[in-house]
């Protein structure tokens, strides 16, 4: 597509529901980023796909949150068993090339989830 | 471990001035630096990349510099109008496409 997509763009949901966010890269991009944004915070990264594959997890903040990617293109993330906190924007970002120099990333416009 | 820092934090100018936003960061090995702006509720929408063998980027009223060795980045911005206003970030990809984040500048131009 033209940019990144993501979907849906608000979901509220009650806590301990399971909530998956999806996000579809720029055609072509090989790598594939999930970044949390809470109210009035930075931007956290959670994790990087090269491909398929999730070289870098280091950002998943519990084993609650995972992500995986179907080939180049769609990617999911789950959060199971919602807690208040995980209340945030969580962005997509993808980039043509992997790897250290990422070149230029394009964000998606986020899906804000309010856990209540 | 990669720190990036932005200042101001916040300005506010009137419409029509050219501004100087800054970025800094702590280790030089960097690939590039990357500017974005980020409207409010929105997400990021990318500005400039610099690649780490570059000086300066242009994009209209937009020119980004990067000084790698000692650092620094300046997004300069010329002839300010009220639809520049946003929080402008600066980032560096540390390793294998993590991007660490600047707090931000939020600028706002009145007219």
């Known amino acids: 597509g033209a940019g990144v997509s993501q979907s849906p763009s608000n979901k509220v949901t009650e806590k301990g529901k399971d909530v998956e966010l999806r996000c579809d890269p720029i055609s072509g991009h090989t790598a594939l980023y999930w970044y949390r944004q809470r109210l009035g915070q930075g931007l956290e990264f959670l994790i990087y796909f090269q491909g398929n594959s999730a070289p870098d997890k280091s950002g998943l903040p519990s084993d609650r949150f995972s992500a995986e990617r179907t080939g180049e293109s769609v990617s999911t993330l789950t959060i199971q068993r919602t807690q208040q906190e995980d209340s945030a924007v969580y962005l997509c970002?993808?980039?043509?090339?992997?790897?250290?120099?990422?070149?230029?990333?394009?964000f998606g416009e986020g899906s804000r989830l309010t856990v209540l | 471990k990669q720190e990036v820092t932005q200042i101001p934090a916040a300005l506010s100018v009137p419409e029509g001035e050219n501004l100087v936003l800054n970025c800094s960061f702590t280790d030089s090995a960097i690939y590039n630096l990357q500017w974005f702006r980020q409207d409010p509720g929105k997400g990021l929408t990318s500005l400039l990349l610099i690649q780490s063998s570059q000086r300066e980027q242009t994009s209209g009223r937009l020119n980004a510099s990067l000084d790698k060795s000692s650092g620094r980045s300046t997004l300069y911005i010329a002839a300010s109008q009220p639809g520049d206003s946003a929080t402008y970030l600066c980032?560096?990809?540390?390793?294998?496409?993590?991007?660490?984040f600047g707090q931000g500048t939020i600028l706002t131009v009145h007219p």
């Open positions: 970002a993808s980039s043509l090339v992997a790897g250290g120099n990422t070149g230029e990333l394009f």
């Open positions: 980032a560096v990809p540390t390793s294998y496409g993590k991007l660490t």
